[in-house]
């Protein structure tokens, strides 16, 4: 959990640092060396003297500015706040009744305010500006908006910029958490049969366990049975040697002298054990030997 809100909050501050970078770069490349000329409404100074306030903000070096002007006008009806080189083009292939000058040259990173004196009032469109090959871009003080209109449209923008990002870095981040988790289930899947294998290996090694355990069963039984078989043939051959001697003695001394020749043959043959008189259980090899049909039936 702690890891997913650090990358949410990681992801909201990448994004605000990329959409101001591109918003500046945009506005930075978009206005680069963008000199701008305002054009303002015209004032009556008295009877046939009007003024015409032009503003020329240069970011940028500006060369052979050329400005329109409805009527006539000389050099000395245009003035300046800043020494600069006006002429006037003359025209004399299409002669018109309009004026025309030519700003020779105008710094970077200066402002200058030109005011043109006519005889007659004009509507600051009348004004052309020909840019000649320079970056300018024209304003005129009839068109310009309310600030808060164009801080409205900038918000929206870099808001709308802002959702672009955000979006783009959620897809992203989605991408990346549904590799994880591909991974993650891949490594799971790899675990369950891992498991699955140990299982059925526990269960193959359980089972051979059981059959040998059962094999054991069966293998004691019949050692058992078959030593139950020798001893009875042992104690009816035993039996059959003691009565032989009885006979060939007909003496009570005989049953004494059988016995001590079964001594002897046990001690040459080191079989004491013969002569112990053991019952074995044999209601218990029954039951056993039923086990182990009930077993091989199953």
């Known amino acids: 959990m702690p890891q997913r809100i650090w990358e949410g909050i990681l992801t909201f501050v990448i994004t605000g640092v990329l959409a101001f970078i591109t918003n500046y770069g945009i ?9 701008i000329i305002t054009i303002g409404d015209s004032t009556k100074l008295e ?8 503003n020329i903000s240069a970011f940028e070096d500006i060369e052979n500015l050329r400005i329109r002007v409805p009527g006539k006008i ?21 002669p018109t009744s309009d004026s025309v000058f030519e700003i020779t040259k ?26 000649n090959g320079n970056k300018v871009n024209v304003e ?42 591909a991974k993650l289930d891949a ?33 004691n039984i019949l050692l058992q ?5 020798y001893r009875k043939e042992l104690n009816f051959w035993r039996n059959t040697i003691r009565k032989i001697i009885y006979q060939s003695y007909q003496s009570p001394k005989g049953e004494k002298t059988a016995e001590q020749l079964m001594e002897i043959v046990s001690s040459s043959l080191k079989t004491y054990q013969t002569n112990e008189k053991q ?10 030997s039923k086990m182990i049909k009930d077993i091989d039936e199953d």
């Open 140 to 181: 005129y003080t009839s068109e310009l908006k309310n600030p808060i209109t164009g801080q409205i449209i900038s918000s929206a923008a870099s808001a709308f910029l802002y959702t672009i990002i955000l979006v783009i870095l959620m897809y992203y981040s989605n991408e990346r958490q549904n590799i994880k988790m």
């Open 279 to 288: 019952n074995h259980d044999f209601e218990s090899l029954k039951v056993l």
């Open 27 to 35: 506005t930075y490349l978009v206005q680069k060396d963008i000199s």
């Open 106 to 131: 105008i710094q970077a990173d200066s402002n200058v305010e030109l005011i043109l004196i006519t005889d007659q009032s004009l509507n600051d469109k009348e004004i052309v500006v020909n840019g």
């Open 187 to 219: 490594l799971l899947k790899v675990n369950e049969d891992q498991i699955s294998y140990t299982n059925n290996e526990l269960e193959s090694i359980k089972v051979d366990l059981i059959k040998e355990k059962e094999n054991g069963m069966k293998k």
């Open 74 to 94: 000389t050099e000395k009806e245009i003035k300046s706040n800043i020494p600069i080189n006006i002429e006037i083009v003359k025209n004399n292939i299409n």
């Open 225 to 229: 049975a078959k030593l139950n078989d």
């Open 47 to 54: 009877e046939k003297q009007f003024l015409h306030p032009v």
